[in-house]
């Protein structure tokens, strides 16, 4: 199975029909949710699935999920069409949507799984081992008991991951799985996934508004807007294209004097005394820059560093807008 494709969607199309204004009687109006899309996950596979509000993130994971019917094009995962062989691809894939829960509010967390193990036909010896070895993963010993109702968000999301994963899923479809929770429980979901793409070889798509899960995990990013792909690649071969420029950051030790900067380098914030200076490298090399600033008087420290990846995807979301 190793490099074979575990997701192959090819010119996706979705078209939406919708009634101005609400009304029974408007006319309707379609809006193209996907318009022709084409990508190929191979097993064992991290690929992150980004895009702004209204990319059409959404409508392709519930295609991929076999929720909802494509308008035309085609989608395979794992070999099935996933809105045709629905019962054999839901027993084949995980799927966690971190908005809205898989298991059931007033069951315990033992007893969704344990419905899972029977909706899926899990064999009792292998759930018994794909339960431990969750728990333990997961820390849900200490929950099990306790109904999805009354857990926190975090504790919920990792009862939620385990049961996407009790049925051994070679494929995983992660829908912000981090939303919402606190830096701790973003970590520990982030270092589950990494394990389990590395222990078991587990193909993942994921969705996420936050760049950190993408940039922790995802082996290439694909970007989507206005439902068509607007970018395929690793991350930093996007980052290369979309922000070339570097950061520099200087203390002074007084009131800032006048920096007179050369040609390459933008002054972009000043306080007291300090200031963030952003040049490209390519026309102002680093030690050019650096040996300008230590002309002026009352240089302190200095930093330089590349822009956040939250202004890489925003920088990029915003070229490719309209
Ligand atoms: N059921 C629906 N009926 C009509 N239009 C819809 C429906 N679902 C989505 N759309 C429209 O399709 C487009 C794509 O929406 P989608 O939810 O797939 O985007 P998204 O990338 O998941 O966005 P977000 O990051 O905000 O969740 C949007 O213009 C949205 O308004």
Redesign the pocket.
């Known amino acids: 199975m190793k490099n074979a494709a575990a997701i192959e969607v090819h010119d996706l199309r979705?078209t939406?029909?919708?009634r101005d204004g609400g009304s029974w009687r408007g006319k309707t109006r379609e809006?193209?949710?996907?318009d022709g899309i084409s990508f190929t996950v191979p097993a064992g596979e991290i690929a992150g699935f980004i895009?702004?509000?209204?990319?059409?993130?959404?409508?392709?994971?519930?295609i991929l999920a076999g929720i909802l019917r494509p308008t035309s094009g085609t989608v395979r995962v794992g070999n099935l069409i996933p809105w045709e062989n629905r019962l054999a691809h839901v027993a084949r894939i995980g799927v966690v949507f971190g908005q809205r829960t898989q298991l059931w509010w007033d069951l315990s967390v033992g007893e969704g799984l344990a419905l899972l193990r029977d909706i899926y036909s899990v064999e009792p010896a292998r759930f018994l081992r794909n339960r431990e070895r969750l728990a333990d993963a997961l820390d849900l010993h200490g929950i099990m008991d306790q109904s999805v109702r009354q857990l926190s968000l975090g504790q919920r999301m990792r009862a939620e991951i385990a049961a996407a994963l009790i049925h051994d899923p070679d494929v995983i479809i992660l829908d912000?799985p981090t939303i919402g929770l606190d830096a701790p429980s973003k970590l520990a979901v982030r270092a589950f996934v990494r394990d389990l793409r590395r222990e078991r070889g587990t193909t993942v798509l994921l969705?996420t508004?936050d760049m950190h899960d993408i940039e922790a995990l995802a082996d290439r990013v694909i970007v989507?807007g206005h439902?068509r792909i607007l970018a395929d690649s690793p991350f930093e071969a996007l980052q290369a294209t979309t922000l070339s420029e570097r950061i520099l950051e200087a203390d002074f030790t007084g009131p800032l004097p006048d920096l007179l900067l050369p040609e390459g380098a933008t002054e972009t914030a000043r306080g007291s005394r300090s200031v963030t200076i952003t040049f490209d490298p390519q026309r102002l090399p680093a030690p050019v820059l650096v040996a300008h600033l230590s002309t002026l008087p009352g240089l302190g420290d200095l930093r330089i560093g590349r822009p956040a990846i939250e202004e890489i995807i925003t920088r990029f979301y915003a070229d490719h807008a309209s």
């Open positions: 979705k939406y029909q919708v809006i193209t949710a996907l895009g702004p509000n209204g990319a059409g993130k959404s409508t392709a994971i519930k912000e969705t508004h989507i439902g």
